[in-house]
């Protein structure tokens, strides 16, 4: 006997969705963005950890935690940061919330 799962639709942001605090699910959700980004940069760049922790100015150990997902061990100062490093600018948009 097959059972019936039953799906309910995500929003925008997962972290809401999983029952994280507004605030918290918006700085998570940027967070995540920004990783996410960074590693598309560390891929496209056909780099080793080590060549794209210099280039990202921090160590291969925290590249290594970032491309896990280690979410917690990043601030929002520290991604934008290594963003930069890498002749990368992050833009930022601020609207009323839905």
Do not use: C, H, W, Y
Not at 30 to 35: A, F, H, K
């Amino acid at each position: 006997m097959k059972e019936r799962v039953k799906m309910t639709r995500g929003g925008r942001n997962v972290f809401r969705d999983i029952g994280f605090p507004e605030p918290q699910a918006q700085n998570l959700l940027v967070r995540s963005e920004l990783m996410i980004e960074i590693e598309r940069l560390v891929k496209a760049g056909g780099l080793t950890q080590i060549e794209a922790a210099r280039m990202l100015g921090i160590t291969q150990p925290r590249l290594n935690a970032l491309l896990k997902g280690k979410i917690e061990q990043f601030s929002l100062d520290a991604l934008v940061n290594m963003l930069a490093q890498a002749g990368r600018r992050v833009k930022m948009t601020v609207r009323k919330a839905a």
